[in-house]
């Protein structure tokens, strides 16, 4: 396994009666899997996305390990030379051009006052044009619609060569093409990626698995189909779905409806 959560909590207010947001989770995620992380609102997938990249310890207790190794026993620089992350509404605070935001992701990999390198540069220009946000290289990343703002941060993300990628809803701001040519280049790297998703549709058609979540707790997991039942949707969500496969894409196809619409 290429990264481990075993019995991760996080309790609001510490060890003591605090509410807990996140109830002894643990998973797995092996080197090249696209792995979901989906639930509904406020039921802690962020919380926990959190807690496996390295920027809130579980509290009271649980381990997270990378390769092996308690992710809070690396050096910031060390995870974050094998890891990235693209966070929800990371977009805010960067009052810079779209070309220094995503060279910041060679940062971890760069030495104090080093310049940028060749290197450095022709992987920024790279990634720039994978996300197709080429083009915008000379603007003000403050400058840029939320869509574009999404594009440069997965650029700087991929700028920073991850092993393992973590990204919190990366399809919102986004249209559907992009919507899907995102999800296909995360499928096409060469990376191991760990994704919340809101839409079950797009986690059921690139997630290897599933982790579905619900008040805390990790409810189930396995392969799309065997955890997007409706069952299992109308018991975490409250809504009734039909689920059937996709005639182009062969992947599970879920629709879904408040009961009260019914015919
Ligand atoms: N630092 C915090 N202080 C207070 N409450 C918090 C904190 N962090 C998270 N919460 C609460 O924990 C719950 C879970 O939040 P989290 O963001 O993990 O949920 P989520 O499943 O990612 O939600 P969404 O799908 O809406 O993004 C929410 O009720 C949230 O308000």
């Known amino acids: 396994m290429m990264l481990t959560a075993s019995d991760v909590s996080w309790h609001l207010g510490g060890r003591g009666e605090g509410r807990r947001i996140v109830r002894g989770a643990s998973l797995g995620v092996q080197a090249g899997e696209c ?41 910031a620089r060390e995870f974050a030379q094998q890891t990235a992350v693209l966070a929800q509404d990371a977009s805010q605070g960067f009052d810079s051009s779209v070309w220094d935001t995503v060279m910041l992701g060679r940062l971890p990999h760069q030495s104090a006052w080093a310049k940028d390198s060749a ?18 290289a000379g603007q003000r990343f403050a400058s840029l619609s939320g869509g ?15 092993q393992l990628l973590f990204l919190d809803e990366p399809t919102n701001h986004l249209d559907i093409r992009y919507q899907l040519e995102l999800m296909h280049l995360l499928k096409a790297l060469a990376c191991t990626v760990v994704v919340v ?28 189909e065997q955890v997007l039942t409706p069952q299992r949707i109308h018991q975490v969500f409250g809504v009734r779905a039909e689920v059937d496969v996709h005639a182009a894409t062969g992947r599970p196809r879920i629709a879904y409806w408040m009961e009260q619409h019914a015919a």
């Open 197 to 224: 998703l809101h839409d079950l549709n797009i986690a059921a058609q690139f997630c290897d698995r599933i982790y579905l979540m619900q008040e805390g707790a990790l409810l189930a997991c396995g392969a799309p």
């Open 119 to 136: 290197k450095d540069k022709a992987l920024v220009r790279e990634r720039l044009e994978q996300v197709g946000a080429r083009h915008l």
């Open 148 to 162: 574009e703002k999404q594009r440069v941060l997965l650029a700087r993300a991929l700028a920073q060569q991850p």
């Open 35 to 75: 792995v979901g992380l989906v639930g509904p609102n406020g039921c802690g997938k962020s919380t926990l996305l959190r807690m496996l990249y390295r920027s809130l310890a579980p509290v009271p207790g649980g381990q997270v390990r990378f390769n092996g190794r308690d992710i809070w026993r690396m050096s």
